[in-house]
């Protein structure tokens, strides 16, 4: 249990260190206000563009998959359907 508080106390400590570090940073930019927001929206759409194509390459490559497994299901279903059917034929 005392773990879980010096853990807690840790992330906790990063988080303010990073914030008052982002902070710091920004305020002493060699850039002026107006560029340094203009670069951070481009680095974030940039981020979000790239994460969206990623989405849709994991999206197609998982239906890609679903596809594929429920063919060979389907065939499976068939050579057992067959398997049966030979069966009873004896």
Request: positive net charge.
């Amino acid at each position: 249990m005392e773990n879980r508080n010096v853990t807690g106390k840790v992330i906790g400590g990063i988080l303010i260190g990073t914030v008052v570090g982002a902070a710091l940073g920004i305020l002493f930019a060699p850039m002026d206000g107006t560029k340094t927001r203009n670069k951070i929206a481009t680095g974030a759409k940039d981020l979000a563009d790239d994460l969206v194509k990623k989405m849709k390459s994991t999206t197609d490559k998982v239906k890609g998959k679903a596809e594929e497994m429920g063919d060979m299901a389907e065939e499976k279903m068939t050579n057992m359907k067959n398997n049966v059917g030979q069966r009873q034929n004896f």
